[in-house]
């Protein structure tokens, strides 16, 4: 079994940034695809960002230049440094983990089978 923490989340206003911590536990594998999804209210799971064990990282065109995903591979925590905050960004964040594989990390929910509990982002205009 694998868990998943997410911290970091929060209210902010357009243009500001928040950082996104996500730590993994549990019956871990050091291959895996890891990354964030986002539902924003009234609408469905959406893939924001991913990355492999290796470093490769996929984004959603809608966050691209103004978030980077990144990992600490010796401690398997996942991290979302999100700058240029506006108002469409607003929406529960979560973490993912696929651990059966670690090429490609795709941005669809589908592939993921480990979720933390989500953590809520508010971005005030």
């Known amino acids: 079994q694998v868990q998943l923490v997410e911290s970091g989340g929060g209210s902010v206003q357009a243009g500001g940034s928040l950082r996104l911590s996500c730590s993994a536990s549990g019956n871990t594998y050091s291959r895996y695809c890891m990354g964030w999804f986002r539902r924003a209210p009234g609408k469905e799971r959406e893939g924001v960002a991913t990355?492999?064990?290796?470093?490769?990282?996929n984004y959603a065109d809608s966050v691209k230049g103004r978030f980077t995903v990144s990992q600490d591979n010796g401690k398997i925590t996942l991290y979302l440094q999100m700058d240029s905050l506006k108002p469409d960004d607003t929406g529960i964040y979560y973490c993912?983990?696929?651990?059966?594989?670690?090429?490609?990390?795709?941005?669809?929910?589908?592939?993921?089978?480990?979720w933390g509990q989500g953590t809520q982002v508010t971005v005030s205009s």
């Open positions: 990355i492999s064990s290796t470093g490769v990282r």
């Open positions: 993912a983990a696929d651990f059966t594989q670690w090429w490609p990390c795709e941005l669809r929910d589908g592939q993921y089978n480990n």
